[in-house]
């Protein structure tokens, strides 16, 4: 198995935990430089707005623009690009986005309130924001679906407005993207990418406003920039590379193994795609599953070097071995291909989305089942969760006090804002109490 291009690891092993590690640790293969040339970006930007704009968009997207106006994709083009497509993908985006809403209506928080015993009104108001920026991928590859997974959660919110920045490498943008914005209640599309989109979102220009959140995924540009910009506007997360970790028990066909690990491998040569299972011959059989079909991808280069430089198959002493890897490991995408994959999914505490049984690939959860796909990287899945409406929702806490409450109420809020020796606290409290001011 030595021609395997990808690791062969053993939990056994005295060496596994040190060579598990250096494969997580995605961090170790970052530019050091990257976050430099970012902070300068976004200064430039804030600085100079459009201008700078133009500039970047220019020379990194090989563009020829003389105004940033013309960054923008006319409102038109978007009903124009859905209209043109073919039938069976314009069918195929319409049922997805339809899939994707009607997932996402179930997440729509209401508000609510209480009266309680002394008559005080407590509750929670749920609003949506009022502009939101949503990152798209291009340039290595058209991504549709992000669009989908962004700004459908973000239009059942209630979103005001619905801004999406997409680099258009030479001008090209394939009408795909522009369909799904269409599909999506997008309410302006510009073609710009990398820091510089970031910068725009975050500090606003002549040409494009604040916005109050950015969300979606991006390189490693992209999610530097949200990283420096997060306070200053809201985000949904800051994005590495996809993960996907499969856990099999040894009953499934290799070949669907493996390309379910080439599903994730082919979107950057930083992802990551590991198998775990406790069937020495089947990891064998994947292995070899891969070396047959590897050639025949179109994307193999990028798929080989992702496989060769942070992939794994992995066999682990059985599947409860297999678990409490899964949830030190928080992978973004966990497919249990196990007989019972209900009884181990109960026992999965950290990963972005869990897929359940033989019969269901990453690459379904994608496009179509519904929910987002922009889900925690990096084991940020240990804390965090997929996109969703929640996303795009505030909530504002109501505290309304009777007369009679705020008497009760006032009694402890002055005896602990005197113990944190607050006395402005206090006395305020006070006040409403009915007692006298003894200061």
């Known amino acids: 198995m030595s021609r395997v291009p990808v690791p062969l690891l053993d939990s056994r092993a005295a060496d596994f935990t040190a060579r598990l590690d250096a494969l997580l640790d995605w961090e170790a293969v970052a530019d ?25 968009t220019n020379r990194l997207d090989r563009r020829d623009l003389t105004a940033a106006a013309e960054l923008e994709v006319p409102r038109s083009a978007l009903g124009d690009a859905l209209a043109g497509l073919v039938a069976e993908e314009r069918a195929a985006l319409a049922a997805a986005a339809e899939r994707i809403r009607d997932f996402h209506r179930r997440q729509k928080q209401e508000s609510w309130d209480y009266l309680d015993a002394q008559g ?18 291009g340039g290595k590859a058209s991504y ?8 459908i959660p973000a239009r059942v919110a209630g979103v005001d407005e619905i801004l ?5 490498p030479g001008g090209e943008l394939h009408p795909m993207v522009l369909a799904a914005a269409a599909l999506s209640g997008v309410d302006r599309v510009f073609t710009l990418g990398g820091a510089q989109a970031v910068a725009a979102f975050a500090f606003g220009t002549e040409t494009i406003p604040a916005v109050d959140k950015i969300v979606g995924p991006g390189n490693a540009y992209v999610a530097a920039a949200k990283r420096q910009v997060f306070g200053r506007v809201g985000l949904d997360m800051v994005a590495g590379p996809s993960e996907v970790l499969v856990i099999c028990d040894g009953c499934a066909e290799p070949d669907w193994i493996a390309m379910d690990l080439f599903s994730q491998a082919e979107h950057d040569p930083l992802a990551q795609a590991i198998l775990l299972t406790p ?13 047959r079909l590897l050639p025949t991808m179109e994307r193999r280069e ?22 409490a890897l899964a949830n030190r490991i928080a992978p973004e995408h966990l497919e249990l291909a196990v007989a019972d994959p ?49 996303d795009f929702e505030k909530r504002t806490s109501i505290i309304g006090c009777s007369a009679a409450g705020a008497a009760g109420l006032a009694e402890i809020a002055e005896i602990l804002a005197r113990c944190e020796s607050l006395t402005a606290h206090a006395r305020s409290a006070r006040y409403r109490s009915g007692r006298a001011d003894d200061q």
């Open 302 to 323: 990028v798929i080989a070097a992702a496989l060769a430089g942070r992939g794994a198959l992995v066999l682990v002493r059985d599947l409860e071995e297999a678990v």
């Open 164 to 168: 999406m920045a997409v680099p258009a």
């Open 144 to 151: 549709p679906s992000s669009v989908l997974m962004n700004a």
């Open 120 to 137: 005080n009104r407590l509750g929670q108001r749920v609003t949506p924001l009022a502009r939101v920026g949503i990152y798209v991928p």
């Open 32 to 56: 050091p430089g990257l976050e430099r040339r970012v902070a300068e970006i976004l200064a430039d930007v804030r600085r100079r707005g459009d201008a700078a704009l133009v500039e970047y």
């Open 279 to 291: 069937d020495a011959d089947f990891r064998d059989r994947v292995a070899a599953s891969i070396a």
């Open 342 to 390: 209900e009884r181990w999914q109960a026992e999965i505490r950290n990963a972005g989305a869990l897929f359940l049984g033989r019969h269901t690939p990453e690459a379904i959860g994608d496009y179509c089942a519904g929910p987002s796909h922009v889900l925690p990287t990096s084991a940020t899945a240990r804390f965090s969760s997929p996109l969703g409406v929640y």
